[in-house]
């Protein structure tokens, strides 16, 4: 009876595996598939990456699922900065970034580098132009030199120190933007964490306790073979696991309160 029943009955992962099924009976040129693995179970998922790996069909695939990406012949990178292609699978892109990440964190180690360097002798230059200055004027006064040239020659230093300064500057700023830029292009890898332990209850808390649950939609049977029990406590972690179409999402609406059960409490 379920060639008679309407698409929207159907769970997640079943419109699913009838949208993929659509798409190859039309026999396209190019595919573009947007995360086609969600909500497939494990078989199904072994029968796209198999369809995959033999088809010989243009395929654009955004996906998260690694085992998927490995099947591909590239990955295409989207940043900030634009698309950039890799000419090979996931594995192969992971080992080019890393590639490409330790090389410029040395190119940003040694601007860095270069920058103090600069900085040191900007400082150190200025301290002796300062020092010449002051024995320039003790000399002078000693030998009687007139205060009108005294005031020429100090005026001409000063423009010299302040040329010598200007070109320091100037370096530093570009060393800084330089610097600016390399950065700005570097991945933040500290942007996402997850924290999962973090529910603020105490260890051992018992959150739901099932006894002899089953469920069944309008006239059909138990989904179910058997009634299920079970005690979920605080802290503990739960994989659900099982076909499409079998009852994980009815399974989560009773847990939550949003679909009474059909017998058992």
């Known amino acids: 009876e379920d060639f008679n029943r309407s698409t929207s009955e159907f769970s997640g992962g079943w419109r699913m595996r009838i949208?993929?099924?659509?798409?190859?009976?039309?026999?396209?040129?190019?595919?573009?598939?947007?995360?086609?693995?969600?909500?497939?179970?494990?078989?199904?998922?072994?029968?796209?990456?198999?369809?995959?790996?033999?088809?010989?069909?243009?395929?654009?695939?955004?996906?998260?699922?690694?085992?998927?990406?490995?099947?591909?012949?590239?990955?295409?990178?989207?940043?900030?900065?634009?698309?950039?292609?890799?000419?090979?699978?996931?594995?192969?892109?992971?080992?080019?970034?890393?590639?490409?990440?330790?090389?410029?964190?040395?190119?940003?180690?040694?601007?860095?580098?270069?920058?103090?360097?600069?900085?040191?002798?900007?400082?150190?230059?200025?301290?002796?132009?300062?020092?010449?200055?002051?024995?320039?004027?003790?000399?002078?006064?000693?030998?009687?030199i007139p205060r009108i040239m005294m005031g020429g020659l100090k005026e001409n230093a000063e423009k010299s120190a302040s040329k010598l300064k200007e070109v320091h500057e100037d370096k530093m700023e570009n060393l800084a933007n330089e610097l600016k830029q390399m950065r700005s292009s570097l991945p933040d890898l500290q942007g996402m964490k997850l924290d999962f332990s973090a529910s603020g209850l105490h260890e051992g808390k018992i959150l739901v306790t099932a006894k002899e649950i089953n469920f069944g939609y309008a006239e059909a049977g138990d989904l179910w073979p058997s009634p299920m029990s079970f005690q979920i406590k605080s802290g503990e972690r739960w994989l659900i696991q099982c076909d499409n179409g079998s009852g994980k999402t009815t399974l989560l609406k009773l847990i939550t309160g949003q679909l009474p059960p059909r017998s058992g409490s």
């Open 19 to 144: 949208e993929l099924a659509k798409l190859l009976l039309r026999r396209p040129d190019v595919l573009l598939l947007d995360e086609p693995t969600n909500h497939l179970d494990r078989r199904s998922r072994e029968k796209l990456y198999d369809f995959i790996t033999s088809c010989r069909i243009t395929l654009l695939v955004v996906s998260h699922d690694r085992t998927l990406l490995n099947l591909l012949a590239s990955i295409a990178e989207l940043s900030v900065g634009g698309i950039t292609l890799y000419g090979g699978n996931y594995d192969f892109y992971k080992g080019q970034k890393e590639q490409e990440q330790a090389s410029m964190q040395e190119k940003l180690e040694a601007k860095e580098k270069e920058l103090r360097r600069v900085r040191k002798t900007a400082r150190e230059v200025a301290e002796r132009k300062q020092k010449h200055e002051s024995r320039g004027e003790k000399q002078s006064v000693r030998k009687g």
